[in-house]
């Protein structure tokens, strides 16, 4: 970690961040959104680390050697708060006025600061967003709030209105793969599908690289896809089985298979092998769009779209991945 410099991409909002602590026009409230492993841990450590460093050469900060530094990069700063929650799913208000409330008019220990940390904020309770708002409204003049925030449509209106929203943007595609390339020698068609799959989001790219279950689901899918056609629903259900008890996130599955489609369709319109992302599954590709239609191809994708939703509500995954499955054997 080496602050804004060892971050890729998103250059204004580095910028922005900047420039707010060098100016000292720092606001008392931020809110980062992208989706998770877009880097908004990664951006909240440059801004701590920039915000604290004891170095007063402007181009050699951060440090990362003043005591400061250290304790931001050991996460033993005592006036920098994370709030953390015992439910995975929610933040409650008791949590947010334990942790925040009941501290923020305690001046900081050691220097201007105090920072208050929320990831997940897009958790809190209607209670708890409510209780953070009271202080968004009359902030002490020592507290900066961070949310981190995946979904901030599931904000109150009052509570985005009163932080500075800085949405972090996806990379481009040559960024992820020359990162995968220069950092863990990543090649081949695992390389392809890692960088097609992560959809600009570096921390997505680099998590299914490190999967040791990748591999695995991905080879199983993989089948399926070759043999859909020939399976009775009794082989079918046994493939699909091993598939849900290997595969982590079924979610992941389905974004794979929008890829799988979207190379289809490509080749479909094209009839060029060049330009797919699955150039080792050419052969099944050429199959499958040679017993397709484009409204088949719809109806498919129509289907995955579906299954997400079931999964999102809790439907039974066994049951949402073979109907799914019946249904792109039709199409």
Not at 99 to 120: F, R, S, W
Request: proline share 3%; aromatic share 6%; with cysteine.
């Amino acid at each position: 970690m080496n602050g804004f410099k060892g971050i890729i991409g998103n250059d204004l909002i580095k910028e922005q961040l900047k420039t707010a602590i060098r100016t000292k026009a720092i606001r008392h409230a931020y809110m980062l959104t992208g989706d998770k492993g877009m880097g908004k841990k990664t951006m909240t450590e440059a801004f701590l680390l920039e915000l604290f460093c004891e170095e007063t050469d402007e181009s050699k900060r951060p440090c990362l050697s003043c005591p400061e530094c250290k304790k931001i990069l050991s996460g033993n700063h005592p006036d920098v708060i994370y709030i953390n929650h015992e439910k995975p799913g929610s933040i409650s208000v008791d949590e947010i006025r334990e942790q925040l409330m009941d501290t923020a008019q305690i001046k900081p220990y050691e220097g201007k600061y105090k920072v208050y940390v929320i990831p997940e904020a897009d958790k809190m309770t209607i209670q708890a967003q409510n209780a953070v708002l009271k202080t968004l409204e009359e902030p002490p003049a020592h507290v900066i709030i961070l949310l981190l925030v995946n979904d901030d449509r599931k904000l109150l209106d009052t509570v985005r209105s009163r932080v500075i929203k800085e949405n972090l943007r996806p990379l481009t595609d040559t960024a992820v793969r020359e990162y995968l390339v220069e950092n863990f020698g990543a090649s081949g068609e695992l390389l392809d599908i890692c960088v097609a799959f992560s959809k600009g989001n570096l921390g997505r790219a680099i998590a299914l690289y490190e999967s040791e279950t990748f591999s695995d689901w991905y080879q199983r899918l993989m089948k399926i896809l070759r043999n859909l056609r020939g399976m009775d629903s009794t082989e079918l259900r046994v493939e699909l089985g091993k598939l849900q008890s290997e595969c982590p996130d079924l979610t992941e599955a389905l974004d794979l298979l929008e890829l799988w489609y979207r190379d289809l369709t490509m080749f479909m319109v094209t009839k060029d092998l060049n330009a797919v992302v699955f150039k080792g599954e050419r052969k099944a590709l050429m199959n499958m769009a040679s017993v397709s239609s484009y409204n088949g191809v719809q109806d498919a994708m129509e289907a995955i779209d579906i299954c997400r939703d079931r999964l999102r509500a809790n439907v039974n995954p066994e049951l949402s991945l073979e109907l799914l499955f019946l249904r792109m054997k039709e199409a």
